[in-house]
């Protein structure tokens, strides 16, 4: 059987603008059992899930992107677009929390329509992508769980994709993947489209060619993470 000592306290001297005041305190113990204090988090942000591609061509960007919406082993949404058609010619592919996402995009469309309004034409991929950066700079002390991707065509035709941090960073590649199934499908598009580490000549990406590299990659990664399945949206620009 535990003993403790126990001390009895009768008093404790608090000070207060009149001077010490003895604060009674009765059979209170000073040695006891000890016990680790429970602790309380609250985190906002939840990972939904899902995997995003985009791939550009000299003449064409693809974005495409799983349904399927989970938390943890539970799968919330087997219909969850990943894709924002923001114009004819961009398209936003994004993954992470599907709350802060759909704030995201409502803020993207309001700004895309304030845009066009103010200045009568279609916003170009390279303001999109300027627009996106500088709203996710904007919170970016509690920034939004969002891990996004623009892809669209450039003034010249180009196709294009942007890839960013949750942070607003961003930078212009031909290909990128964003979600659950990155590590996945990255070595895959880095050895087919980025021609990473051989020695045959490169040869010019056609779109069958691309849509088929995106549907073999969403394979691979359905095979390997449980966050990414059910059915792929593939948008073509």
């Not at 404790?12 to 988090?41: A, C, F, K, Q």
């Not at 993207?108 to 700079?137: F, G, H, N, P, W």
């Not at 021609?195 to 691979?220: G, M, P, Q």
């Amino acid at each position: 059987m535990m003993q403790y000592n126990q001390q009895k306290v009768n008093a404790l001297p608090i000070w207060t603008s009149e001077g010490n005041v003895d604060l009674p305190l009765s059979d209170v113990s000073l040695d006891g059992p000890i016990t680790t204090p429970y602790e309380r988090r609250f985190n906002p942000y939840d990972f939904n899930g899902g995997t995003t591609v985009c791939i550009a061509g000299n003449d064409f960007a693809i974005a495409a992107g799983c349904t399927r919406m989970s938390t943890g082993y539970q799968i919330l949404s087997r219909n969850q677009s990943k894709l924002l058609n923001l114009s004819n010619k961009t398209v936003i592919a994004a993954a992470g929390c599907q709350s802060d996402i759909t704030v995201l995009n409502k803020t993207l469309q309001a700004r895309y329509l304030q845009y066009e309004s103010q200045s009568q034409k279609i916003m170009s991929t390279e303001a999109a992508a300027q627009l996106l950066s500088v709203t996710l700079y904007y919170r970016r002390f509690f920034p939004y769980y969002a891990f996004c991707m623009i892809a669209g065509l450039d003034e010249n035709g180009v196709g294009a994709v942007f890839g960013y941090d949750a942070v607003g960073s961003f930078k212009r590649d031909q290909y990128g993947v964003m979600g659950s199934g990155q590590n996945f499908i990255m070595p895959f598009l880095d050895n087919l489209i980025g021609h990473k580490n051989r020695l045959d000549e490169k040869k010019v990406l056609t779109v069958e060619e691309a849509i088929s590299i995106v549907k073999t990659a969403f394979i691979v990664a359905t095979e390997r993470d449980i966050h990414t399945g059910d059915s792929v949206e593939i948008n073509i620009i």
